[in-house]
């Protein structure tokens, strides 16, 4: 029997929820190749026909904050009125994750999804009309145009003629002729309407000299009654810095790109604690080009002499002193062919000098700019490549990197107090003194089980301004976040939303007689719920958590077995237990898909074999090591058994390959051979696999390779075993819809690593597979990057490592766990 309630939370449209005695949980799979999945949704047996409504259950408060002050995302833009403080509507997406607009009322406690009328749910900005103090006037900034709504959000209207003109990310007020515009920045321009015009206007535009980046927030400056706009032009990873003067609606005088003077030196220079040479050698002797090692020496002096006497004169060098921590590098000497005003990052140990000579001046390679809403000759801009704070007070004809404050920053920002702000993946940071000192701003929580949280690293998207009239705001991966003036500590604004990406739902019956689900997650390593999403605890001391996953993957539940099985890239998990405890497993090659035998009449109980698919060429051996826990030899190596087929001897698992489609190779003799001789060698009755996977079940472009990877006595086994197809788990990353924006340099001193889950990693019981060591720190959560930057094959270890590749993530290590 079902009954039916109504709910009109949903920013006034009426929702109606069926509920049923029995209900299942689903995740939604986006279309194409794509393998991540959208949220996890909770919908009633039976109802599928009667159209019911799907209600989110998560993940949400991620970290269990006794207070409901957790994380969850996925979150670009905010925006609040001074006069309504509580009232907040944010947006954002994150590959194919798209929250349409979210909105509270009681300031960030709980949160209503608000899109009617916003066909693209991909938000980018979101903005109030500056003469609307109560908040009811919204703009969206998304990847086809502006939304407008002048009812709460309750019901939105597409700009059309906004539609042709790429994604709107950001708007702030300007005037235009000294009369008062709304502006918006668009793809390749930007937009502006009359500040008094009636609601729904049409937009006008200002051509750019080439594309803005999608998460860039609109930095402008007014003097006497005329606003300009300092923008980077031509890429989030390294555009070239503009001003940009309005002179009409549909007109701008574009300065740029700005360039440093060329200067002529007479002398050298001497650059104490900076170096040249920076993530340029591989070795204390083998670097790049431009960079010649002469040698060691004892002092500067001796280094300085010996540069002197070098030809072709150099025009810089750099000297590693005998410091010990320098390592092998101490005692260097280093002349280089070129000097470049951006090329000094700063180390502790080094100096470096620049030859006499002419240097020609550099064009601003900036990643994120901001102006100085004061004086538009001040601002800050981030480093493309380097990713680090930059700042000038003269408009760009000279620059200098803020040297206090040497840690990865992407957006930059100055309040309209003269406050300075940096944020990325590193964290968010406020100095208060015009750069002298920075503060770390910190996102703390209170866990159920006694522990403290204290939260540095996020993935943040943006520094809002105008928050709640001359406010700041944080938007992340991670949540919403609120500066407090009067402290280091950021205010949570996150409440119960639930809005994160999550890649899989993998679900186990539990002893309370509800339902344990295990969750792939973007943005946050492997989550946990044991009460059917109700919270969000994950594991606890002394369990065996999958941590070594990290961010990604994907896997399933196996019926009612309690049986569960997780994979990503080389690796792949398994528990007994439904989810409390894992082993971890590793495979001869990346995966493409999960299958496993089902019970006869079943379309669910697992009947012992499991099998994937692998990316290996045709005719190449797989090798590799297995292990069995159905009475095989642990370690014992694979060795070719049959022409289609691969052998772990002895082992009960086989591995099979085919250079046609899988189906024909199950369809081939020496294929059922195979399988047969392997199935009988274990003890138990042939499988039929001829019809098995039809063309049909198959994806396109997925690996021709079938791999049993373990044959177990979780449950009788028969020779009327169905195999029938599971899931595609070949989830690693999704492709990218907008840049994430974290990569440090291989310049990049040495950092950690740290994972995204929020609790210890433990290791567990001896399953089927091999276990994963336990690290030796409890690891909390791993930021994630630019999502279409390159991923390391090497499982997340929670250890010291060297400085990484420029297109890896930056690994950072500021958060702290202590019982309260």
Request: net charge positive; with cysteine.
């Given at each position: ?25 689903l ?12 949220k ?11 159209g ?120 702030r ?19 502006t ?8 206007s ?45 002179d ?131 601002f ?11 700042e000038?007070r ?45 503060e ?17 690293p ?16 944080f ?46 997650l ?212 999704p492709?990218?819809?907008r840049p ?64 990484p ?16």
């Open positions: 029997p079902r009954r039916t309630s109504t709910d009109s939370r949903e920013g006034g449209e009426t929702a109606t929820t069926v509920r049923s005695q029995r209900s299942v949980l995740t939604l799979l986006l279309p194409g190749s794509l393998p991540a999945m959208l996890i949704v909770l919908l009633p047996v039976g109802a599928f026909a009667a019911a409504d799907w209600a989110r259950i998560g993940p949400w408060n991620i970290f269990d904050d006794q207070n409901g002050k957790g994380e969850a995302g996925t979150l670009a833009c905010a925006a609040s009125p001074a006069k309504n403080p509580d009232l907040i509507y944010a947006g954002g997406q994150n590959n194919g994750v798209s929250s349409g607009i979210i909105k509270s009322v009681d300031g960030g406690k709980h949160w209503t999804r608000n899109s009617k009328g916003l066909w693209d749910t991909r938000i980018l900005g979101v903005w109030l009309h500056p003469d609307a103090p109560t908040g009811n006037h919204v703009f969206a900034g998304t990847h086809s145009g502006v939304y407008e709504s002048t009812d709460g959000a309750a019901s939105w209207t597409l700009c059309k003629e906004t539609a042709a003109w790429g994604f709107v990310t950001s708007f007020a300007g005037l235009i002729g000294g009369e008062p515009y709304l502006l918006a920045n668009s793809e390749h321009g930007i937009l309407r009359r500040r008094a015009a009636s609601a729904f049409a937009w006008q535009r200002i051509e750019s000299p080439g594309g803005i980046a999608n998460n860039d927030h609109l930095s402008v400056v007014t003097t006497g009654g005329r606003t300009e706009v300092l923008t980077c032009i031509g890429g989030w990873g390294g555009g070239k810095l503009y001003y940009a003067s309005l009409a609606p549909t007109r701008a005088t574009w300065s740029g790109p700005l360039k440093l003077p060329d200067r002529n030196y007479t002398g050298w220079a001497t650059y104490p604690g900076q170096s040249l040479i920076f993530g340029r050698c591989s070795s204390p002797t083998a670097c790049g080009e431009g960079v010649r090692p002469i040698g060691v020496f004892d002092t500067l002096g001796a280094c300085q002499a010996a540069v002197n006497k070098t030809s072709p004169p150099p025009r810089g060098y750099t000297y590693q002193s005998k410091d010990p921590t320098l390592g092998g590098y101490a005692g260097h000497c280093y002349a280089l062919s070129a000097f470049g005003p951006f090329d000094l990052h700063p180390q502790k140990g080094v100096a470096s000098g620049r030859a006499p000579g002419f240097v020609a001046g550099e064009e601003i390679d900036c990643s994120n700019a901001a102006v100085d809403p004061r004086d538009r000759d001040h800050l801009f981030s480093r493309g490549g380097e990713f680090r704070t930059y000038s003269d408009g760009g004809r000279t620059v200098s990197r803020v040297a206090s404050h040497d840690v990865g920053a992407f957006f930059v920002l100055i309040d309209s107090q003269g406050w300075y702000y940096t944020a990325t993946q590193d964290g968010a940071f406020v100095s208060r003194d015009g750069g002298v000192g920075w770390a701003l910190h996102v703390v929580m209170h866990s159920r089980d006694g522990r403290r949280i204290d939260r540095v996020h993935d943040y998207q943006r520094i809002v301004p105008d928050f709640r009239g001359d406010g700041i705001a938007p992340s991966d991670q949540g919403l976040h609120i500066l407090n003036r009067s402290s280091d500590n950021l205010t949570s604004a996150v409440g119960d939303m639930r809005n994160t990406m999550a890649l899989s739902a993998i679900l186990s019956p539990n002893e309370q007689g509800s339902r344990s689900l295990v969750v792939n973007w943005d946050w390593n492997v989550g946990a719920s044991w009460d059917d999403g109700a919270t969000w605890a994950g594991w606890a001391k002394g369990e065996a958590s999958p941590g070594s996953c990290g961010e990604g993957g994907g896997g399933q539940g196996m019926g009612r077995s309690r049986k569960a099985i997780m994979f990503h890239r080389n690796h792949f998990y398994n528990s007994s237990d439904g989810g409390r405890n894992w082993a971890r497993g590793n495979l001869p090659a990346p995966m493409g898909a999960f299958v496993y035998a089902r019970q006869p009449g079943s379309r669910t109980e697992p009947a012992g074999a499991c099998f994937a698919l692998f990316s290996a060429p045709a005719g190449q051996v797989l090798r590799g090591r297995s292990r069995s826990s159905a009475g095989g030899a642990a370690g014992a190596p694979y060795r070719r058994c049959s022409a289609a087929m691969y052998l772990p001897t002895p082992s009960r698992s086989c591995f099979g390959r085919s250079t046609g489609p899988l189906y024909h190779a199950c369809a081939s003799s020496a294929a059922r051979f195979a399988f047969s001789s392997a199935a009988a060698a274990a003890g138990s009755a042939s499988l039929s696999c001829a019809s098995a996977i039809s063309a049909s079940r198959l994806s396109k472009g997925l690996t021709r390779t079938l791999t049993p990877l373990m044959e177990t006595a979780w449950v009788g086994r028969s020779s009327l075993s169905v195999l029938t197809a599971s899931i595609r788990v070949s989830a690693s990353k492709p990218t819809t994430k924006t974290v990569c440090l340099p291989s310049r990049c001193a040495a950092d950690l690593k740290v994972m995204k889950n929020w609790e210890p990693f433990e290791s567990g019981p001896e399953l089927a597979i091999e276990t994963t060591p336990r690290p030796s720190w409890r690891s909390l959560f791993e930021i994630s990057s630019r999502k279409g930057f390159p991923h390391s094959d090497t499982p997340p270890d929670p250890e010291p490592v060297g400085s590749p420029c297109t890896m993530k930056l690994r950072s290590s500021r958060w702290n766990a202590r019982p309260s």
